[in-house]
């Protein structure tokens, strides 16, 4: 099934108001702190309304469960593809949950909180705020779900491929280059097929994820700069696995 995202020619992603908009989750089951509670962070950013709704009629529901839906069909079948080829078998995610409450959903125990999208280890599954995810949906544009399962898929199969890194960043960096190489990848098989603004989209709504210019690079949760995480993406999505260091 081929999948095509962005449903309009876009025009510049010009006033993003999210400085910092989705805190993804490391692998290994912890989880990330809600970007409205770093400090610094803008909790309004999180929950754009009506006026800052992107001018693409990317706006209801429906558009984004199937936009989640595509995301993981093609996730999964690049990845069942890659594994095949390394002669290695392939298990799916076991499943992606939305949830709308504190609380609704656990991880290790561990209650996951609002504003959030992660992927569980324990419970191998990724699990987001689907207010906030439309949210994000509305205002940044349809692409940046295809980014955003993607990297969170990619702490999946790092599980799988037994990858654990002393510092959060790594781990987080490597996600973005894969998630890179699943989307580049896909594009060059034609399983997805970009409209005009897309590669703007992915490009200024990467950097939108950055970690805030004073976070330490060896903190724990640190995911990269805006810079740092624009690259590896890029990465990824131009060169490929190859880019990604998976040994």
Same mark, same amino acid.
């Given at each position: 099934?081929?999948?095509?995202?962005?449903?309009?020619?876009?025009?510049?992603?010009?006033?993003?108001?999210?400085?910092?908009?989705?805190?993804?989750?490391?692998?290994?089951?912890?989880?990330? #702190?809600?970007?409205?509670?770093?400090?610094?962070?803008?909790?309004? &950013?999180?929950?754009?309304?009506?006026?800052?709704?992107?001018?693409?009629?990317?706006?209801?529901?429906?558009?984004?469960? +199937? $936009?989640? &839906?595509?995301? +993981?069909?093609?996730?999964?079948?690049?990845?069942?593809? +890659?594994?095949?080829?390394?002669? +290695?078998?392939?298990?799916? /995610?076991?499943?992606?949950?939305?949830? @709308?409450?504190?609380?609704?959903?656990?991880?290790?125990? @561990?209650?996951?909180?609002?504003?959030?999208?992660?992927?569980?280890?324990?419970?191998?599954?990724?699990?987001?705020? /689907?207010?906030?995810?439309?949210?994000?949906?509305? @205002?940044?544009? $349809?692409?940046?779900?295809?980014?955003?399962?993607?990297?969170?898929?990619?702490?999946?199969?790092?599980?799988?491929?037994?990858?654990?890194?002393?510092?959060?960043? =790594? =781990?987080?960096?490597?996600?973005?280059?894969?998630?890179?190489?699943?989307?580049?990848?896909?594009?060059?098989?034609? &399983?997805?097929?970009?409209?005009?603004? $897309?590669? $703007?989209?992915?490009?200024?709504?990467?950097?939108?994820?950055?970690?805030?210019?004073?976070?330490?690079?060896?903190? *724990?949760?640190?995911?990269?700069?805006? *810079?740092?995480?624009?690259?590896?993406?890029?990465?990824?999505?131009?060169?490929?696995?190859? #880019?990604?260091?998976?040994?």
């Amino acid at each position: 099934m081929a999948a095509r995202f962005g449903r309009d020619a876009r025009g510049p992603l010009a006033g993003l108001l999210i400085a910092a908009l989705v805190s993804l989750a490391c692998a290994g089951g912890g989880l990330a #702190e809600p970007e409205a509670e770093r400090p610094g962070a803008n909790p309004s &950013a999180a929950s754009p309304g009506p006026s800052t709704t992107r001018a693409d009629s990317t706006t209801s529901v429906a558009e984004f469960e +199937q $936009d989640v &839906a595509d995301a +993981q069909a093609v996730a999964e079948r690049y990845w069942a593809a +890659q594994f095949k080829e390394s002669g +290695q078998r392939f298990r799916p /995610i076991r499943r992606i949950t939305p949830y @709308q409450r504190d609380g609704e959903v656990s991880c290790g125990g @561990q209650p996951l909180p609002r504003n959030n999208a992660v992927y569980c280890s324990q419970g191998d599954f990724i699990a987001y705020d /689907i207010a906030w995810s439309v949210a994000a949906f509305r @205002q940044v544009g $349809d692409a940046f779900v295809f980014y955003l399962l993607g990297h969170e898929y990619a702490h999946g199969i790092q599980v799988r491929l037994g990858i654990n890194y002393s510092f959060t960043i =790594q =781990q987080e960096l490597q996600a973005d280059c894969m998630a890179g190489a699943y989307l580049g990848d896909s594009v060059r098989s034609r &399983a997805l097929t970009l409209a005009e603004g $897309d590669l $703007d989209e992915f490009r200024e709504g990467v950097a939108a994820v950055g970690d805030d210019p004073d976070q330490p690079w060896f903190a *724990e949760g640190a995911h990269g700069t805006a *810079e740092q995480r624009t690259d590896m993406f890029f990465r990824g999505y131009e060169g490929s696995l190859k #880019e990604c260091d998976l040994g």
